[in-house]
Structures are given as structure tokens and as C-alpha cells.
């Protein structure tokens, strides 16, 4: 089996998480790469989630992480892209299940609402969850893109 290919993205608001989550990701063997903002002047989030999203969606990669002040506005932008299943968490059961139940596939996070530990534990659940093969789950999944 093929690595897994992530992306991961952020506004300035979620420049340091991102930079911390990158770190750990390389240590842990499952390298991210980096699509921007590569510093903390003031961008705007859409221009991040849309890059990721377009990307993903693209084929270039199979899983994504946005970082921004509250990780909304991210998945807001992301989930604008058919085939983005963009989920925003703050606790570990929420990634397992947005993986397990729904197939999410780009994890975004607050800055501003999860400290580095807990956002870690986040990240590490949702990349270590496979989607669930029970047949209601992917029916469900199926009804979650418009025809």
C-alpha cells in the first residue's frame, strides 16, 4: 500500500499550529506538504482552503489539513469543492468518527480553540481512522454528494 499523500495549509492565524503539526507529522514518518502562508503577514483563508481543496480534488492528494483561527471559516471554504468532505474538530471522537463514519477527507482545525497536544491527538486519530465498510455508512456517504 502506497503512503498516504497529505496537504496541509493555513492563514496566518493558524500559522504556528500548522508549523508545529507539520514537525510532528515528518517525525512521525507521514510528511505533509506545505501549500502556504509561509509567514505571518495577514492573508485570506479562502485563497488556502480553495488551493487545498482544488488539489485534493485534483488527485495530488488523498488527505488535507486546514489551520486557521477557528478552523470554520477553512471548512466552510473547503467543503465548497465537490468531492471535499471538510469536518472541523476540537476533540479526538469527532475525528475518528468524521473519518470512520462520514470518509472525511480534509481535517481543519482552530488555532485559537486547540493547543498543540490535543490537536495532535486530533490529527493522529483522524489519519490512523479508515473509513467504516459497513454498508449504511456508505450508503449515507453516497447521499452526502448532490446528484
Not at 506545505?34 to 488523498?62: M, N, R, T
Not at 469527532?94 to 497536544?117: F, I, Q, W, Y
Amino acid at each position: 500500500m502506497s503512503p498516504v499523500r497529505i496537504a496541509i495549509a493555513s492563514d496566518h492565524g493558524g500559522l504556528r499550529l500548522k508549523a508545529e503539526l507539520k514537525e510532528l507529522l515528518a517525525k512521525s514518518g507521514t510528511p505533509a506538504v506545505d501549500l502556504g502562508a509561509h509567514d505571518a503577514a495577514s492573508v485570506d483563508y479562502p485563497d488556502y482552503a480553495h488551493e487545498l481543496a482544488s488539489a485534493l480534488v485534483g488527485g495530488k492528494f488523498d488527505l488535507g489539513i486546514l489551520v486557521c483561527g477557528s478552523g470554520v471559516g477553512m471548512s466552510i471554504s473547503a467543503n465548497r469543492h465537490k468531492g471535499v468532505r471538510a469536518v472541523v474538530c476540537s476533540d479526538v471522537y469527532t475525528a475518528k468518527m468524521s473519518r470512520s463514519h462520514n470518509d472525511a477527507n480534509v481535517l481543519c482545525l482552530g488555532e485559537r480553540v486547540v493547543g498543540p497536544g490535543l490537536a495532535w491527538e486530533i490529527v493522529s486519530t483522524f489519519l490512523a481512522e479508515p473509513a467504516s465498510t459497513d454498508e449504511r455508512h456508505a450508503r449515507r456517504r453516497q447521499k452526502i454528494e448532490p446528484g
